[in-house]
């Protein structure tokens, strides 16, 4: 089994490097691994994936050696198995609230002892049931990373009962859901969204467990690590795309005028 990337660098105490994307872009991941990432986040929580593009998008992640973190769009459990087979390094779940989903979650992600995951082993992460390691299940356990998401006051008030459930391994906050319950912008300069920031860090510090969160910037990013974040999702292809076009856009307008465009 492929070992994962955040997973080793969580345990060194590190920084994990995630980048985001959302759509089906097969040569993202390399791009990521090229450029020092460690993983990539892949929403299909907001985005429509067909499940024959999202085999073929993890299996891009498995040729470029680096980690993919599926956000899927349903918690069924035969559902979260079949991407953890087809390859998927780690799951992020949104919204989970309480300790109870979180270890339903557990149940769903990880094998016995840990959970109740089903077992088939036929698939990517088995090596497709050739040359089978006896330790498949063990080494599932270990390489694969049950991600949960604080995104409301409930959750927030919830996270030290959250982090302490065995088999999370990652708590992520969700900073334009939380803030927008909160009544705060997103930003970590925010004293209000500052504030949860500082208690879903002394929740996971109570239970050893590592967090992290989308700064957005790079000035927020390096307040997000000096606070404790080690799961930091930095970079992607919606805003990446949206600032070229942008730049290129005002480059041609200096070329060619405002009025060029109708």
């Given amino acids: 089994m492929r070992k994962s990337k955040i997973k080793a660098k ?5 920084v994990a490097r995630i980048a985001n994307m959302g759509n ?5 991941p390399h791009m990521a691994a090229h450029f020092g990432y460690d993983g990539v986040w892949v929403c299909a929580e907001h985005r429509a ?6 085999e073929a998008m993890i299996t891009h992640h498995q040729l470029a050696d680096i980690d993919c973190v599926w956000r899927p769009a349903t918690t069924e459990r035969a559902q979260l198995s079949r991407l953890l087979e087809d390859g998927a390094s780690a799951l992020m779940i949104p919204m989970v609230n309480t300790p ?3 270890r339903q979650l557990v149940a769903a992600t990880k094998f016995p002892p840990i959970g109740d995951r089903g077992l088939d082993g036929a698939g990517m992460d088995g090596n497709f049931y050739l040359n089978k390691a006896t330790d498949y299940t063990d080494q599932a356990n270990r390489e694969t990373l049950l991600i949960v998401q604080i995104e409301s006051p409930l959750a927030l008030d919830n996270a030290a009962a959250i982090a302490a459930v065995p ?5 992520f906050m969700g900073p334009g859901d939380l803030s927008m319950r909160l009544g705060c912008t997103g930003a970590i300069t925010d004293p ?3 504030a949860a920031v500082d208690r879903l860090a002394a929740a996971c510090a109570a ?6 969160m989308p700064p957005g910037t790079a000035e927020n990013a390096r307040i ?3 606070l404790g974040c080690r799961f930091l999702a930095f970079g992607g292809e919606f805003w990446g795309l949206h600032g070229h076009l942008q730049h290129c856009g005002q480059q041609l307008d200096e070329l060619l005028g405002s009025a060029s465009i109708r």
């Fill in 100 to 102: 109870e989903q979180a």
């Fill in 49 to 54: 994936w067909d499940p024959r593009q999202a």
């Fill in 10 to 14: 969580l345990e060194r105490g590190e």
């Fill in 24 to 28: 089906y872009i097969p040569y993202f």
């Fill in 207 to 212: 239970s050893g467990k590592p967090w992290g």
């Fill in 192 to 194: 209000m969204l500052r």
């Fill in 167 to 171: 088999g999370v391994d990652v708590l």
């Fill in 224 to 226: 997000a690590v000096d």
